[in-house]
């Protein structure tokens, strides 16, 4: 039987507490149930010097944690200057943010190296090795140059950025090449692998292949879209029983009937807050009337400290926060309430239940669990109206959502107001449209998909089943490679776009 081994940049290990994110609320239950081993790291940060080359290795339930720790100029370049300051805003479509220095990129390649070197040990024949997201796009390629045979998947949570932006930083091409050295990669959606495979054919020089895959170095890349989902009922179920919870009741008295417009996020740069202050703005300057009538509350959670970029939006929102008060507030009446810290997620679930609208506007997202999670919380009966910015990859699957361009702020003000406005029935209507779309799908199901493609696309022999594959998706069946001349013929001209369909695995 195959173990599956899952390697991120942070891992929920039993001696790290819940810093692993929305990664681990997609993997935990996968794991949880599957067993394996979780690589990464281990979340503490030693003096130079003071880190071994093997990882720690712990027990947690049916999963064996294994993790390394970083230094600080590792965690300082790898992790904020490279990852956060250069990746996550390229790869977001934002390169004016992007503070680039070549002796980043330099240390994330070693910290990958690192990486590599302390999870070959650990390593057994039959492995399926599932990588995740930007921190780790050269782990591949490390891997494979230190021998290791295993299937190996990537897959990206968040967005891929078109080519021509991608080329702004000297390192992406080299990056594309690595990558290309798993068996299978994932997507969030059609146009994140539509814009990998462009700028893997442009930029790298790898061959459109037949079925939504590429060739690169004598080798078939399989591309798949698999969107990240959420466990919709157990989040409706937190959701309805945390309105009794006394934090949830502070709340709904202390808005005193007003309706409540929600925003939770991290504080970042991609999640367009500012935008939406001004949204906010420009819809209580049109409709007057909602003064002293609505109430918004931001949670947007300080993070990524060390990146210059999120000090200074701190800092922006802030000003932009007392100024929308300042000008627009009552004695009696404020229209913002911005909390800066994390909010424990049981009691934001009951908090989505009491919104009338949730406002999930970013500028660029991979996927947008938020937006999925306002859905689950909803009360069916009197649900509440999710706006949600077009440039989100959730935008794809909750189309009855309305949809708004989050650059525009009489637009954001536009859709505010309908939402606010909106009647029993249509609010009912569109619910149940946004439910139908993410009630059957799950963490697990998603988690299995990929792992069911990546046995397809690594073509691996097995004599049990690996793991247990969901009923829509068979456990492929081992074929042997074709050989490259044959294979190389079926190369086709479709676009690469019209071919990857969301929500599908593709081989
Ligand atoms: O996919 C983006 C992501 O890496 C998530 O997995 C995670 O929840 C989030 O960003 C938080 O990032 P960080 O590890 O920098 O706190």
């Not at 965690?75 to 250069?86: E, I, K, L, P, Q």
């Not at 990129?105 to 930007?134: C, K, S, T």
């Not at 300080?302 to 932009?320: N, T």
Request: charged share 20%.
């Amino acid at each position: 039987m195959n173990r599956l081994v899952v390697v991120s940049n942070r891992v929920p290990a039993p001696s790290a507490g819940s810093q692993a994110g929305g990664l681990a609320v997609a993997l935990d239950g996968l794991m949880e149930k599957h067993g394996g081993l979780w690589f990464g790291w281990s979340g503490a940060v030693m003096p130079d010097g003071a880190t071994g080359r093997a990882a720690m290795v712990e027990r947690g339930g049916a999963v064996d944690y294994a993790t390394i720790d970083l230094t600080q100029e590792e965690h300082d370049r790898y992790y904020n200057a490279f990852s956060n300051g250069v990746l996550w805003p390229l790869l977001h479509t934002m390169p004016e943010l992007m503070q680039y220095d070549r002796r980043d990129a330099r240390v994330y390649r070693e910290v990958n190296a690192r990486m590599a070197a302390a999870l070959q040990p650990l390593l057994r024949a039959g492995d399926l090795i599932w990588v995740h997201d930007y921190h780790l796009m050269p782990l591949a390629a490390a891997l494979r140059a230190r021998g290791v045979r295993n299937p190996i998947g990537f897959f990206l949570h968040i967005p891929f950025c078109a080519p021509d932006v991608l080329a702004a930083a000297p390192e992406m091409t080299e990056l594309v090449r690595e990558m290309l050295a798993a068996d299978l990669i994932g997507f969030q959606t059609d146009n994140d692998a539509a814009n990998f495979a462009a700028s893997a054919q442009m930029l790298a020089g790898a061959v459109r292949g037949p079925g939504n895959s590429l060739f690169f170095g004598g080798r078939r890349v399989r591309l798949g879209v698999f969107p990240v989902e959420i466990e919709a009922r157990g989040f409706a179920r937190t959701a309805l029983e945390m309105t009794a919870s006394p934090a949830v009741r502070r709340l709904r008295s202390s808005l005193d009937g007003q309706r409540l417009i929600l925003g939770v996020e991290r504080l970042d740069p991609t999640k367009g807050l500012l935008q939406r202050l001004a949204g906010l703005r420009r819809l209580l300057e049109k409709r007057q009337d909602w003064c002293g009538h609505v109430t918004m509350l931001q949670i947007a959670a300080m993070s990524r400290k060390g990146v210059d970029s999120y000090r200074a939006l701190r800092a922006a929102l802030d000003r932009e926060a007392g100024a929308l008060n300042a000008d627009l507030g009552e004695p009696y009446w404020q229209p913002l309430r911005l909390v800066a810290h994390a909010v424990d997620r049981a009691v934001v679930a009951g908090t989505m239940r009491l919104a009338r609208v949730g406002l999930v506007t970013p500028l660029r997202d991979g996927m947008n669990l938020v937006a999925k999670e306002f859905v689950a919380a909803q009360d069916p009966a009197d649900p509440g109206v999710l706006v949600l910015s077009r440039f989100a990859g959730a935008a794809r699957q909750l189309e009855a959502a309305l949809l708004v361009n989050p650059h525009d702020p009489d637009a954001m003000a536009d859709a505010l107001d309908t939402g606010l406005r909106m009647g029993l029935e249509e609010r009912q209507a569109r619910w149940r449209a946004l439910w139908a779309a993410i009630q059957h799908r799950s963490p697990l199901v998603w988690g299995r998909s990929f792992v069911a493609a990546l046995l397809r696309a690594a073509a691996v022999h097995t004599v049990e089943p690996v793991l247990a594959v969901p009923p829509a998706l068979e456990l492929p069946r081992a074929t042997p490679r074709r050989p490259m001349e044959r294979v190389g013929a079926e190369i086709e001209a479709a676009t690469l776009a019209a071919m990857v369909k969301p929500g599908r695995v593709l081989n």
